[in-house]
């Protein structure tokens, strides 16, 4: 398990530091500023697993599954030694750190790094700037994510309160999603065949399917609660390829913070998250201890063509009994109701609800000028059978995804070294398209040409760039919800709406004030999405379709944002141990 520690030497400069601090400050003032370095090491390693009946080698950080918790505050720095002991490429993503200047340390594989070697290890090295809230690390490179993940929580700087009440306590719950075959052999034919991955067997609660699976009512979470009581969730969605709808039975859940921003309370029965989301939702137990149990349940929104994991994860939220009550009486079960799969208009009015605190301890700084605009199309498509091969597409084709009609074809060195040593010639061009090649009625009836083209384009930004990007769907292959991730930042989710997106009417009711701070949206299923974000920090950015099997496909693109002028705006040269492809 991960632990924190100072070196010696630093212990020493760090008291001297600390005496003289408090001879000089006041007291508060110390404590509201004491940074601390935390050291994790994280060892990659297979461990075997049994879920559903069935025993499978996974990979895995320490031994555990899901992985650690990293636990730090606001403002503290991050040292995690990752070391590779399995066969397979590896890097780690910190889901939703900002990462301001510390590129290197972001994680996706050929974007800021070459992967970690069999063998091989790399310091992942940053600090947490002007956030807190819950996050989530990943591995960044193929599938491998289906069970390399766990949860980031980063607690407000010392003597900072919540701006909800206190909890008694916090329990953090990751969704994952779970095969009984190995997710690198799934997905590698996949693309070897040109058709769509095998669906997932279970989706899990901490890594437990629960009592709605077969052989699994053992390996159920159980949230156990005093009754009055008040309880932060939060809640991580890891899955690889499913937005998911939660409820707990006969439960109100109270929304306070999305991607680790603060966020209007809203009082809501069903939360929708999306892989990439994070949400930390207040639970208060009913004052009595009821006479019954309640179901904790999660089941996918699913709105594309393909088929999809229809089943329930399910844990049990169990109240403590008073000492006079049968302990071996057995209490009924109670379930929630969730929306249909597709209950499209749901997620779109869920979505609207959220807002920004907006106040002046936690403002909404939303660009109001824009330097740059851009609109794209996020989708499938089809790409063409190598020769010599027979594919399993419609019509001998390969599925495939795009942004813009371009599917992103992944370079063989990291596009952040070949940008920093000014390399790019043969890696990457910056040429990404602004709009689409051709317009079309997007959420109609699609093109007769649904090839995508490929390629490994960027856009590049000057430093500072006030952008505003309009994704929109499209009804290729079929309409279907995109929860679009961008590395490096946070974004005001500025306006959205069904159908196709109007630039001369809908800028007009785009919501400056209060709206969502995020770094995962859902586009919606034949709809569109506008967000607005400052490009304050150098580097190359990665922004990808949450969906992995959507990624896999090409569904991704990337910023490049160049230095500034003064040297805080300035991307650092790389560490010495950054790996090598």
Not at 282 to 297: G, M, Q, Y
């Amino acid at each position: 398990m991960g632990h924190s520690h100072l070196l010696p030497s630093a212990i020493l400069k760090a008291m001297f530091l600390a005496l003289f601090a408090m001879w000089i400050l006041p007291e508060p003032a110390v404590a509201k500023h004491a940074r601390v370095t935390r050291h994790y090491k994280f060892n990659i390693g297979m461990k075997n697993v049994t879920r559903l009946c069935q025993t499978k080698s996974i990979v895995t950080v320490n031994g555990q599954f899901p992985g650690p918790r990293i636990i730090a505050r606001e403002g503290d720095r991050l040292l995690i030694k990752v070391v590779n002991h399995v066969k397979y490429n590896v890097t780690l993503h910190w889901h939703g750190v900002r990462q301001l200047r510390s590129g290197w340390a972001d994680g996706p594989a050929y974007i800021t790094q070459c992967p970690i070697q069999t063998g091989q290890s790399y310091v992942y090295n940053f600090t947490v700037t002007g956030q807190r809230g819950t996050l989530f690390w990943h591995a960044h490179i193929s599938w491998l994510r289906a069970t390399l993940y766990g949860p980031i929580v980063i607690l407000p700087k010392r003597h900072a309160s919540y701006p909800f009440p206190q909890p008694f306590k916090e329990v953090p719950m990751i969704f994952g999603e779970w095969w009984k075959a190995d997710t690198e052999k799934i997905i590698n034919q996949a693309l070897q065949t040109g058709a769509a991955p095998n669906i997932s067997d279970a989706f899990t609660i901490n890594g437990l399917p629960g009592p709605l699976y077969n052989c699994s009512a053992k390996d159920t979470f159980k949230l156990k609660v005093k009754p009055g009581k008040t309880y932060l969730l939060r809640m991580i969605n890891a899955a690889l390829n499913d937005e998911l709808f939660f409820s707990i039975a006969n439960h109100t859940l109270t929304v306070v913070e999305t991607d680790a921003v603060y966020v209007k309370p809203i009082k809501t029965k069903v939360v929708l998250i999306t892989p990439g989301q994070t949400t930390n939702v207040l639970l208060k137990a009913k004052h009595k201890s009821p006479n019954a149990s309640f179901l904790i349940a999660a089941r996918p929104y699913a709105t594309g063509p393909a088929s999809f994991d229809n089943t329930t994860t399910a844990g049990v939220l169990e109240y403590e009994q008073p000492n006079n009550a049968n302990k071996n009486k057995k209490l009924p079960l109670l379930k929630p109701a969730l929306p249909k799969f597709n209950d499209t208009n749901f997620a779109m009015q869920f979505s609207k609800k959220i807002r920004s605190l907006a106040t002046a301890k936690f403002p909404a700084k939303v660009p109001r000028k824009v330097d740059r605009r851009f609109f794209f199309t996020v989708g499938l498509g089809l790409s063409p059978c190598p020769q010599n091969q027979t594919c399993q597409g419609p019509n001998n084709t390969m599925l495939a995804a795009s942004v813009n009609n371009v599917s992103f074809a992944q370079p063989n060195v990291a596009l952040l070294q070949a940008h920093f040593f000014n390399k790019s010639k043969g890696v990457y061009t910056t040429d990404f398209p602004a709009n689409p090649p051709f317009k079309f009625n997007y959420t109609g009836t699609p093109p007769s040409n649904i090839m995508v083209s490929s390629g490994t384009r960027a856009v590049a930004l000057p430093f500072n760039a006030s952008v505003e990007v309009v994704m929109q769907d499209t009804s290729i292959i079929g309409a279907e919800s995109h929860p679009l991730h961008l590395h490096g930042f946070n974004f005001f989710v500025v306006g959205q709406g069904f159908g196709n997106f109007d630039p001369s009417k809908d800028p007009a009711k785009f919501n400056l004030v209060d709206p969502a701070e995020r770094n995962t949206v859902g586009v919606p299923s034949g709809g569109w999405v506008a967000i607005r974000f400052l490009a304050d920090n150098p580097g190359a950015w990665f922004m990808h379709c949450h969906l992995e099997v959507h990624t896999s496909w090409g569904l991704k693109m990337a910023w490049i944002v160049n230095d500034g002028k003064g040297p805080q705006q300035k991307l650092p040269p790389p560490p010495s141990d950054l790996p090598k492809c």
